[in-house]
């Protein structure tokens, strides 16, 4: 049996550009992070089958991402043969802004590569993500990157640097946002917004290591759209820093939010003072 860790991704900048491409899609810019919050995959050879087992009975075999990405390996490996028991068990919040499923795909991809003996491919990665999305590709490289989209096609830019230490306090409410693409529809992109260029900024504080200056910088172009119909966003921002987060973040397209504090123990103090509010709350870092 192998073992392998999926990791929680983290968006510290999300940038979407108010133009449509003629496919349709928004070019977006984001920078992405790891946490150590992450689901864990077992994998066990088997002749033909593919069978994925979840600790989430909400998550169905065929919806899975982690079925769909074994199946298109599967097939880009062309052997009807290869089969699969993959055991999953989740830690990081479903539906939460955290790319928990393309993280999971990406695992499976490393994990089914070792016990069915193929060597992947960059070409093999890319057709894949053609299929599963933009996280998925990030979640395969993985590391604090630059993310660049210009519909289906996706490029990864390593970031040669670390984050200044950070501890998070990761909160998921009980309310949930119907899907991503709900919240695509519902943006309002202005041409002449006063924050573009900031993702820019951010990237420029994380190379230079300016702790205050990455605060300054968080920026997710989802937030705005998604709190004017779910006020909740807001609220936990709000209690985030009454609890001494030094700033907070709503995580992808919601509708979890993070708070960053100084140290361990002042999350903890927070997560205290929190605990019972909110569906789930974690304390949490990035990884470097």
Not at 132 to 143: A, E, P, Q, R, T
Not at 218 to 236: C, R, W, Y
């Amino acid at each position: 049996m192998i073992q392998q860790k999926a990791y929680a991704k983290l968006d510290l900048g999300i940038e979407i550009y108010p133009e449509k491409l003629g496919d349709g899609y928004f070019p977006v810019r984001y920078i992405d992070c790891q946490l150590d919050l992450c689901d864990d995959l077992f994998f066990e050879n088997q002749k033909g089958t593919i069978e994925v087992v979840c600790s989430e009975p909400l998550l169905l075999q065929e919806d899975n991402f982690v079925y769909k990405a074994a199946i298109l390996l599967r097939e880009l490996a062309g052997s009807r043969n290869l089969g699969a028991k993959i055991t999953l068990k989740k830690n990081i919040p479903i539906k939460a802004g955290f790319g928990g499923g393309s993280s999971d795909a990406a695992a499976a991809v490393w994990g089914l590569s070792k016990i069915w003996k193929i060597k992947v491919s960059e070409n093999m990665i890319a057709t894949m993500a053609n299929q599963l999305g933009k996280d998925f590709y990030y979640s395969w490289h993985g590391k604090l990157s630059e993310v660049v989209g210009k519909g289906r096609i996706y490029q990864v830019l390593s970031i040669d640097a670390n984050l200044p230490e950070f501890w998070l306090l990761v909160i998921v409410p009980s309310e949930e946002k119907p899907s991503t693409a709900w919240v695509y529809e519902n943006l309002k992109l202005s041409k002449n917004r006063q924050d573009s260029g900031k993702i820019e900024k951010l990237k420029m504080a994380i190379l230079a290591g300016k702790k205050e200056n990455i605060l300054k910088n968080l920026a997710n172009d989802f937030e705005q759209p998604v709190s004017v119909h779910f006020p909740v966003v807001g609220k936990m921002k709000n209690d985030l820093e009454k609890v001494g987060a030094l700033k907070g973040i709503m995580a992808g397209a919601g509708l979890a939010v993070v708070g960053f504090f100084e140290s361990r123990k002042k999350a903890e103090e927070g997560k205290a003072l929190l605990n019972g509010k909110y569906r789930k709350i974690y304390i949490s870092r990035p990884i470097n």
